[in-house]
């Protein structure tokens, strides 16, 4: 037997949704894409219209690093200073930089990421920089000196390029590959540009 009581309680409590979603709705937050550029058509794309109309200043460069706190400061320098990108590019720091960038089982999330930041914010430029001793490859220990390491990470970076132009072929793509120099037991860091 049907429990009136439970049936009147079902109805009371889908009248109570209803009208909060009506009103809930009417001020069109949740579903004004205006205000919310995040909400997913219907080929379950995000949509960034509302952003791109609202942006008044866009970032001409992608830098793409490894995470590696070594090079940290160094790679700020040349970034800000040597190159004159100080605020006004995106910040990518991976580790490994352009090994995750290669690998076939990480590549389509990195490739993705990179993609959104060169959509959203009309990406110019990308730098790419990557460094000897990287633990990505195995630190230095993984190649017998320190020209095998060099042609192998310079070898991958170039690949990274095209594979870069392939997927963004409109963008400049620069090359560093940074070294650590001692210099009387002061360790400095330079970089070289890849050509």
Same mark, same amino acid.
């Given at each position: 037997?049907?429990?009136? $009581? %439970?049936?009147?309680?079902?109805?009371?409590?889908?009248?109570?949704?209803?009208?909060? &979603?009506?009103?809930?709705?009417?001020?069109?937050? /949740?579903?004004?894409? *205006? $205000?919310?550029?995040?909400?997913?058509?219907?080929?379950?794309?995000?949509? &960034?219209?509302?952003?791109?109309?609202? *942006?008044?200043?866009?970032?001409?460069? @992608?830098?793409?690093?490894?995470?590696?706190?070594? +090079?940290?400061?160094?790679?700020?320098?040349?970034?800000?200073?040597?190159?004159? +990108? *100080?605020?006004?590019?995106?910040?990518?720091?991976? /580790?490994?930089?352009?090994?995750? @960038?290669?690998? $076939?089982?990480?590549?389509? !999330?990195?490739?993705?990421?990179?993609?959104?930041?060169?959509?959203?914010?009309?990406?110019?430029?990308?730098?790419?920089?990557?460094?000897?001793?990287?633990?990505?490859?195995?630190?230095?220990?993984?190649?017998?000196?320190?020209?095998?390491? =060099?042609?192998?990470?310079?070898?991958?970076? #170039?690949?990274?390029?095209? !594979? @870069?132009?392939?997927?963004?072929?409109?963008?400049?793509? =620069?090359?560093? &590959?940074?070294?650590?120099?001692?210099? %009387?037991?002061?360790? #400095?860091?330079? &970089?070289?540009?890849?050509?």
């Amino acid at each position: 037997m049907v429990n009136i $009581k %439970n049936i009147i309680t079902t109805i009371i409590l889908m009248l109570v949704i209803q009208c909060f &979603y009506v009103n809930y709705t009417a001020s069109g937050e /949740p579903e004004n894409e *205006k $205000k919310n550029f995040f909400l997913r058509s219907e080929s379950s794309e995000i949509n &960034y219209e509302h952003f791109f109309e609202g *942006k008044k200043h866009w970032c001409n460069t @992608m830098v793409i690093n490894c995470s590696d706190f070594r +090079f940290a400061r160094a790679a700020q320098e040349l970034i800000n200073e040597k190159l004159g +990108f *100080k605020g006004d590019y995106d910040y990518f720091s991976i /580790p490994g930089s352009i090994r995750n @960038m290669l690998n $076939k089982e990480t590549r389509k !999330l990195v490739m993705d990421t990179f993609g959104i930041s060169v959509r959203l914010h009309h990406v110019k430029r990308i730098v790419i920089i990557a460094h000897e001793d990287c633990i990505g490859y195995g630190g230095e220990e993984a190649f017998s000196d320190h020209e095998e390491e =060099y042609n192998r990470i310079v070898q991958d970076m #170039k690949k990274a390029r095209r !594979l @870069m132009r392939f997927r963004f072929h409109d963008l400049s793509i =620069y090359l560093f &590959y940074g070294r650590i120099i001692d210099d %009387n037991e002061v360790k #400095k860091f330079e &970089y070289e540009q890849i050509l």
